[in-house]
């Protein structure tokens, strides 16, 4: 996925997360981190408040460098009624 520009805004984020998830059926932290989304966990609670169930759960993952990180991994469970 590329960005729209070098700044995304917290909607294009929020946009990103959605179709991460919907290509890949979940997301970690570093996954996002990798598509220019910076603060994750603020957008992923910005996109519960709209009523998206997205549900988190935590591994260990290295990183680029190799270094290991309890990172999230969000997957969506559908929307809000």
Known sequence: M???NN???SETQ???ILELIANNRCMST???RNNSIMHPAMRIKEL???GHNIVTN???QAD???VMHRIAVY???GDAE
Do not use: E, F, K, Y
């Open 30 to 32: 570093l996954d996002a």
């Open 64 to 66: 680029q460098a190799g």
């Open 14 to 16: 929020r946009n990103m």
């Open 58 to 60: 935590w591994i260990r």
């Open 7 to 9: 700044n995304p805004s």
């Open 75 to 77: 997957t969506h469970d």
């Open 2 to 4: 590329n960005t729209l």
């Open 48 to 50: 519960r408040s709209m």
